[in-house]
């Protein structure tokens, strides 16, 4: 029986060539923008550069935002298909979920109870996130704030998640703000630009680019920062500001500080309500770049191309990175790498469907709880490993193996002899009893492994899969009864 023919599930996601093609057409995008930009440089005012800059940055962040919202909801996809009751089991599923851009995972339930990290709680309750969570359609985003646990900006999505029916929580993803930082830090074209991410609600500022590098990431307020501007120029800023307030999506002003001109640009966030990209350029830091520009612009682009050949070659690693985190938490055991417990009942669902014959053998390793607290949990799990190890090569050909949690494992074979199976049974029983745990402790024997394992036949013993299980679950108990170290077929 092959897994791979047996068990089908469907992934929502992009495929490569769908991820190549999106790449190619956003940077052949990017590339035309950047070299109209070069071209604007020496006919238009500088306030046009820094329209585009800020209208470019303000795009890349809402592509990776967009990015954050399509993990999200891949995380959510996976989730459904566990059919989880309680918000327990759902944040402790979470917690097994590994991730290098995620810092964060957690649940809130529909009663708004924070499953989280103490410290991430803690934050959630000071920024009132949970009312952010309801604002989900179906994903909403937290302003940005600085993390208590790592103490760095970051910011949260929340998607919505149904539970046990009709139960609606919100599943919490948390990432560093750095990962939106860091796209304004790559397009820097000089020193001088200084590039912010504002708030137009509280004229907050976060610096991304700027002359002191040791500033960025800090926090500041515009009016503070803006305090030095010529007295002449001070009202322009506030007209400035205002548009910004009243959420107009982008707008120009400039000013002098001291005998410097300055052109500031302001665009919108549209995946991050109340955020704006802003752009600062002194006058004199764009006279210099336009003669770096005109010069250098083939040599340019020819780096350019290749710095988009290595990002598409980092998405694509990212692409199958993520894929395979998703097929292993939707059929995958992560400890042994056999079939969950969920794959092997839609497997057995469909041997069943299609009127096949098979066996059903339950099996549970003896006395593995003295295992785990005399010789510890790694030699506990290393013995599921090679115990998982030996179902799999038994029963290769005709069969599937699946954990079903702890030391339980359950193997569907479609094998018609029953003599056969008791002639790979009697060969898996001695294998596992030459398995040898060796103690550390002089005062703790080396311990001998065993299993025990009960056997029920579709569809002589049974005609639905609940019944099958009970059947074989009974003939486990009875083997359990006898003495364990051995099998026994359900004779009901």
Not at 336 to 364: C, H, P, W, Y
Not at 368 to 376: C, L, S, T
Request: negative net charge; hydrophobic residues 40%.
């Amino acid at each position: 029986m092959n897994n791979k023919n047996e068990i089908k599930f469907l992934k929502k996601g992009r495929s490569y060539y769908a991820i190549l093609l999106s790449c190619f057409v956003v940077f052949v995008i990017a590339i035309y923008m950047l070299i109209s930009g070069f071209n604007s440089l020496i006919t238009k005012h500088d306030e046009k550069l820094s329209q585009e800059i800020c209208t470019l940055l303000s795009e890349k962040m809402g592509t990776s935002l967009l990015f954050m919202t399509d993990s999200a909801h891949n995380v959510a996809t996976v989730l459904s298909e566990q059919n989880f009751n309680f918000p327990d089991e759902i944040y402790k599923k979470l917690e097994s979920y590994n991730s290098g851009e995620i810092v964060g995972l957690g649940f809130i339930d529909e009663t708004g109870k924070i499953y989280h990290s103490e410290a991430d709680a803690k934050d959630f309750e000071k920024k009132n996130l949970a009312e952010v969570a309801k604002q989900a359609n179906p994903v909403s985003i937290s302003e940005p704030y600085r993390s208590s646990r790592l103490g760095q900006p970051v910011i949260t999505l929340f998607t919505e998640f149904n539970y046990a029916g009709s139960h609606k929580g919100y599943i919490c993803l948390t990432y560093m703000f750095r990962t939106l930082q860091d796209i304004a830090t790559t397009q820097s074209l000089n020193n001088d630009i200084e590039i912010w991410l504002m708030n137009a609600k509280s004229a907050n500022i976060i610096q991304c680019v700027g002359r002191d590098i040791h500033a960025s990431g800090s926090w500041a307020n515009a009016y503070l920062k803006m305090g030095n501007i010529n007295p002449e120029d001070k009202d322009k800023f506030n007209n400035w500001y205002d548009k910004m307030h009243d959420g107009d999506s982008n707008a120009s002003v400039s000013y002098k500080i001291g005998e410097t001109k300055y052109s500031q640009v302001y665009s919108k966030i549209d995946s991050m309500p109340g955020w704006f990209v802003v752009v600062r350029i002194p006058s004199n830091a764009l006279s210099e770049t336009m003669g770096v520009f005109r010069n250098n612009v083939i040599i340019f682009i020819i780096i350019f191309l290749m710095i988009v050949a290595v990002i598409i070659s980092v998405m694509y690693v990212s692409w199958k990175r993520e894929k395979r985190i998703l097929e292993q938490l939707s059929i995958n055991d992560a400890l042994t790498g056999v079939l969950n417990r969920r794959a092997f009942e839609i497997s057995i669902e469909n041997m069943i469907f299609q009127s096949k014959g098979g066996v059903v053998i339950f099996f549970d390793l003896d006395f593995f709880k003295q295992i785990n607290d005399g010789y510890g949990h790694d030699a506990g799990d290393k013995l599921l490993v090679t115990f998982s190890t030996l179902l799999r090569d038994s029963f290769e050909n005709n069969g599937i193996v699946s954990r079903f949690g702890g030391d339980e494992f359950v193997v569907l074979t479609d094998e018609s002899s029953k003599d056969k199976v008791n002639e790979i049974m009697e060969r898996l029983r001695k294998e596992v009893n030459e398995i040898t745990i060796d103690s550390e402790n002089a005062d703790t024997k080396d311990a001998n492994i065993s299993f025990s394992a009960g056997l029920a036949v579709y569809p002589k013993d049974a005609k639905d899969v609940s019944e099958l299980l009970k059947c074989a679950d009974q003939a486990l108990y009875e083997i359990k009864e006898a003495g364990r170290n051995g099998y026994r077929w359900y004779e009901g």
